[in-house]
Nanobody, 119 residues
Framework: QVQLVESGGGLVQAGGSLTLSCAAA????????MGWYRQAPGKQRESVAT???????NYEDSVKGRFTISRDNAKNTVYLQMNSLKPEDTGVYYC?????????????WGPGTQVTVSS
């Protein structure tokens, strides 16, 4: 079993920055792809950015050039640096991690962290 703990959300003015962190904990696992997703009020959850274990990244079009995803494999931690934030970036941000362990493979979600961008 893998547990994810997120941190770094909050309230920021438009144009500001926030950094989200997500650490994975558990016993004997290897994290493969990690990612950040967000869900705005009344909308479906959408992918924001993903990163493979080899650091290949993928971004949703609206965040390209503003957000940067990175990871520290030794710490099983993924980060999302968010710059030039816009009110439309407001939502609950969820960390996701795919993993393999002795029982096979799986995918876990963090509990979510609120990001609010005021205009």
């Amino acid at each position: 079993q893998v547990q994810l703990v997120e941190s770094g959300g909050g309230l920021v003015q438009a144009g500001g920055s926030l950094t989200l962190s997500c650490a994975a904990a558990g016993s004997t696992f290897i994290i493969t792809t990690m990612g950040w997703y967000r869900q705005a009020p009344g909308k479906q959850r959408e992918s924001v950015a993903t990163i493979t274990r080899g650091a290949n990244t993928n971004y949703e079009d609206s965040v390209k050039g503003r957000f940067t995803i990175s990871r520290d494999n030794a710490k099983n931690t993924v980060y999302l640096q968010m710059n030039s934030l816009k009110p439309e970036d407001t939502g609950v941000y969820y960390c996701n991690a795919n993993y393999v362990n002795r029982d096979g493979s799986g995918s876990e979600w963090g509990p979510g962290t609120q990001v609010t961008v005021s205009s």
